[in-house]
């Protein structure tokens, strides 16, 4: 198999990596141990003494983190570790996440693809990229590395791995849409006692006279539902639903009693009640939110800490903006209405210097480079057990979401790896649906999501 690496190679290749600064630091007849492996992969295996390093570029292919020092910083501190290694750092920024997998399949046509890369398997391309030959197994580079997976949570360990091999190491994490990224101020301004951030004991009934309650006619809305597959899912869960099943081969929404009635409340408070905002209405949720304009928004773990970040970043006074967060109902069998999602960190098939490759995985996706990933690149990476202490202490609203990770419940991805056509599907036919300008019956909207989702899931593999 071209991509088996004994531990001799993967040895060898680490001493390349470490020649050079070997070579800075000691007399030309003198040796000095590589640096030993460590927590997290700050550094690279143990080994001997190694001979002058050839010069290594990596080429780091990515949409996280853009537009923050985290990549940079990140690079910079590697190259410190190992000066014979320079990763050319080459940022995708399209607005659209999807369109930046687009760009990679385009790159890796062309033969350009970097070394360096992620297809998240939450945004259903990992299993398609592996099946196309684009990403490699690292089995053997975690073997021969002698890597504690256990520094991971078992959760997104496991999104790492398709058909019994290793493809990746865990980026982001986090349960998905699966609380009221909530505005205090509006509460205590009505006089209503906020429910405690940890409990589970809101009825959906209850939020949906909160959506009605707080609305007032072009001044403020009280409830944002988005319509994305991320949204849909634990709307759906909530309830008792689900959008598909967990084979990622059939749509669930007709046939699941639970699936129907979620629309149906959706439906109730968008298209009926007229309460919930159309698509465009509001140009930036987060904005709305810290400006007073928007009560709760149906979101996650990281618009909650985002919605803190930009309140105290704006100086917003208290009475117009203060953070919360109202956790989904408890489902009758214990489970929490959620979507644990997650991300990797990948190494394109064929790659020369695969080894050394996986050396800087190892450098983003240890301790530091995920609490940094965190606290400067602007990403949720509740992925380590040993990151939690550091985001805790840099913020205590992290422990608001411990809860979920702990007894949230899997995504389910398309079996054919559509993951473009799937995403695209649901969007645009939940936006028809939950159209108040141009409503369609309730039964007609839901037929036709239903059936332009089990379109996709019918189509040929990706």
């Not at 301790?367 to 690149?377: A, M, P, R």
């Amino acid at each position: 198999m071209a991509n088996q690496i004994s531990r001799r190679a993967f040895l060898r290749g680490s001493l390349l990596v470490t020649g050079g600064l070997l070579a800075a630091c000691a007399a030309p007849a003198a040796s000095e141990p590589a640096p030993a492996a460590s927590s997290g992969g700050e550094a690279a295996s143990d080994a001997a003494a190694a001979p002058a390093a050839e010069d290594i570029l990596l080429r780091w292919d990515t949409f996280r983190g853009v537009g923050t020092p985290w990549n940079e910083e990140r690079i910079a501190s590697f190259k410190e570790l190992y000066p014979n290694v320079t990763i050319e750092f080459r940022p995708l920024t399209d607005a659209v996440q999807q369109n930046n997998y687009a760009k990679m399949y385009a790159s890796h046509a062309a033969g350009d693809l970097g070394e360096l890369c992620a297809f998240d398997p939450s945004h259903f391309h990992f299993w398609r990229a592996i099946d196309k030959n684009i990403i490699m197994p690292i089995d053997d580079l975690v073997a021969a590395d002698d890597t504690d997976l256990s520094e991971w949570y078992d959760v997104f360990m496991g999104l790492q791995s398709y058909q019994g091999q290793q493809y990746g190491l865990p980026s982001w994490g986090w349960a998905g849409y699966d609380t009221l990224v909530t505005n205090a101020a509006h509460f205590k301004e009505a006089g209503i006692e906020l429910p405690d951030v940890n409990a589970r004991e809101v009825s959906l009934d209850t939020i949906a006279e909160w959506a009605n309650s707080f609305y007032k006619e072009n001044e403020r809305f009280g409830l944002f539902v988005g319509h994305g597959e991320g949204n849909l899912v634990p709307l759906t869960r909530a309830f008792g639903g689900d959008l598909i099943n967990a084979d990622g081969t059939q749509c669930t929404l007709v046939d699941d009693p639970g699936s129907v009635e979620a629309l149906r409340w959706a439906y109730k408070l968008s298209v009926e009640d007229k309460v919930l905002p159309a698509v465009g209405v509001i140009e930036n949720v987060a904005s709305a939110q810290v400006e007073g304009k928007l009560t709760m928004n149906w979101g996650g773990s990281l618009n909650v800490r985002n919605l803190d970040r930009d309140i105290k970043a704006t100086g917003t006074d208290p009475s117009v903006a203060e953070v919360s967060q109202i956790l989904l109902p408890a489902l009758p069998d214990g489970r929490f209405p959620s979507q644990l999602r997650g991300g990797t960190w990948n190494i394109r098939q064929g790659s020369e210097h695969a080894d050394v490759a996986y050396q800087f995985l190892k450098h983003i996706a240890g301790k530091d480079g995920s609490i940094s990933f965190n606290l400067v690149g602007g990403n949720f990476a509740a992925v380590r057990p040993d990151t939690l202490e550091a985001l805790i202490a840099d913020n205590p609203i992290h422990e608001w979401f411990l809860t979920s990770l702990e007894n949230g419940m899997p995504a389910h991805a398309p079996a054919n790896s559509r993951g473009r056509e799937y995403t695209d599907a649901v969007v645009q036919y939940t936006d028809l649906l939950l159209d108040p300008n141009q409503p369609i019956p309730f039964e007609e909207g839901l037929q036709q999501l239903q059936d332009q989702i089990q379109a996709v899931l019918d189509m040929d593999p990706a």
